[in-house]
């Protein structure tokens, strides 16, 4: 097996667990191999650190897959790494059937992703090293899982930096387009072949549930309370029943929940779990009609039809038009102290809500794309804690890895002082359990999630 050499003067980052070395860090190479064969990488006076996959045309020159010596990736290799993996998601996850079933690096395997819908898995290799054992993968996962099929989404950008074309299909068995899962007691259909990256976000797993507490709570506002009133059967018995202002019992079972806005919706899994929580009415936003319709067919099998509408627009200009519109109502509502042009219709804009959930794809994709990025989710984050009802809820994400998780908090608090609001944070999140992170390998750490209540000044 040739030997890579590092650089005396290079960061210990490998020491450290970092998986990754860098075309930059290599001293020499001694001896030959072939892009995409494994090497051993030793530090400048020859001592041995791990073993990983070496290409020549791409800046990380090798991935670290052992910190023992190893000769080949083998199905037997694979084999126990993915009982590994299954195990971890046994653990942590107990009962889930669908989830991100190997996390590339964070699973010791750098350039490989698997996420598991129900009996079907979908793989991503996205490196030269994983792409040319792939029948060793698909052995070793049919041992291990023993899937109903397997298909491949190498369809990203990042493979034609490996010298790569991209490419999807049928790898094992039989795959439907089409895939229902359950997540938090909640029926997803996913589309493995169209749907974005492998189909499915499972990194939000969590923080979906954890939008529950904001769900109900918001009667009072209505001047509806809870009272004791007599039983209907006639007897001497109280019982507790909404009742509003006027004394009138009110039978809407939803009395309490709140209103909700979820943009970038994509297959509506924040606008489920808000309905299942409890929220009256939900607003599902999405640019794309395919995502739109995958969020209607997601809410029509959860049997929450009666409580979504569903918007096909651009978030920004979406939350725009109802900030706009919103300024304009109070102007008119102050129109006795100035003239005001009340000719302008507003139709159904101008709209607030009790929580407003935005959880937009990725702005910054490359460290020179951070300022722009800062705009955009600046610009964003304003419109959207404007639209939140006083006192109400912000909540909030972004999976720009470039995007720290101090300068998001510093951009979001920008946002406020611009909105004039006073955001109080209650909840600060990152992936979920099936989305682990290694210690000192700050890529891993790419999804910031915070929920904000949010008040006036």
């Known amino acids: 097996m040739a030997v890579v050499i590092l650089d005396k003067k290079r960061k210990k980052r490998l020491e450290a667990g970092h998986p990754w070395v860098y075309q930059s860090e290599i001293e020499r190479m001694e001896g030959e191999a072939s892009p995409g064969q494994l090497v051993s990488v030793h530090n400048h006076l020859g001592q041995y650190l791990a073993t990983g996959y070496w290409n020549p045309a791409s800046q990380i020159t090798v991935r670290i897959v052992s910190y023992a010596p190893v000769e080949a990736m083998t199905h037997d290799f694979f084999a126990e790494r993915f009982r590994r993996c299954l195990e971890q998601r046994e653990r942590f996850l107990p009962g889930a059937r669908s989830y991100r079933f190997v996390y590339g690096e964070a699973d010791f395997l750098p350039g490989l992703i698997v996420d598991r819908f129900e009996d079907v898995f979908v793989v991503q290799l996205l490196t030269l090293g994983m792409d040319q054992v792939r029948e060793a993968i698909v052995s070793a996962l049919v ?116 209103t909700v806005l979820e943009c970038f919706s994509h297959t509506g899994s924040f606008t489920l779990n808000a309905c299942k929580y409890g929220a009256k009415k939900v607003t599902c936003l999405d640019i794309s009609e395919h995502a739109i319709e995958s969020a209607r067919t997601n809410v029509k099998l959860n049997g929450f039809e009666d409580r979504v509408e569903f918007v096909v627009a651009d978030a920004f200009e979406y939350l725009r038009e109802q900030v706009k519109a919103l300024d304009l109502r109070q102007e008119r509502g102050h129109a006795d102290k100035k003239k005001v042009d009340t000719s302008q219709p507003l139709h159904n804009k101008g709209k607030t809500w009790d929580v407003v959930i935005l959880d937009p794809p990725a702005f910054a994709k490359t460290r020179s794309a951070v300022e722009g990025a800062c705009r955009g989710y600046k610009d964003i984050n304003l419109h959207g804690m404007k639209l939140v009802n006083e006192g109400g809820y912000l909540v909030t994400a972004s999976c720009s890895y470039h995007m720290k998780p101090d300068l998001f908090l510093e951009t979001i608090h920008a946002a406020a002082n611009d909105a004039k609001k006073i955001l109080r944070l209650v909840e600060f999140r990152g992936a979920g359990k099936d989305h682990p992170r290694i210690l000192g390998v700050d890529e891993g750490h790419y999804l910031k999630f915070a929920i904000f209540e949010v008040r006036s000044r």
């Open 143 to 258: 041992e291990v899982v023993e899937p109903a099929g397997i298909y491949e989404r190498s369809d990203v950008s990042v493979r034609e930096l490996e010298g790569l074309e991209q490419r999807t299909g049928l790898l094992y068995g039989e795959c439907p387009q089409h895939v229902l899962i359950t997540e938090n007691g909640l029926k997803l259909e996913i589309d493995i072949q169209q749907g974005q990256k492998t189909g499915y976000f499972f990194d939000q797993r969590e923080n979906r549930a954890a939008i529950a507490p904001l769900m109900q709570g918001w009667g009072k506002r209505s001047g509806i309370e809870l009272r004791e009133i007599p039983a209907e059967d006639g007897s001497e018995r109280l019982v507790q029943a909404p009742v509003n202002a006027n004394g009138k019992v009110v039978t809407f079972p939803l009395w309490d929940g709140a």
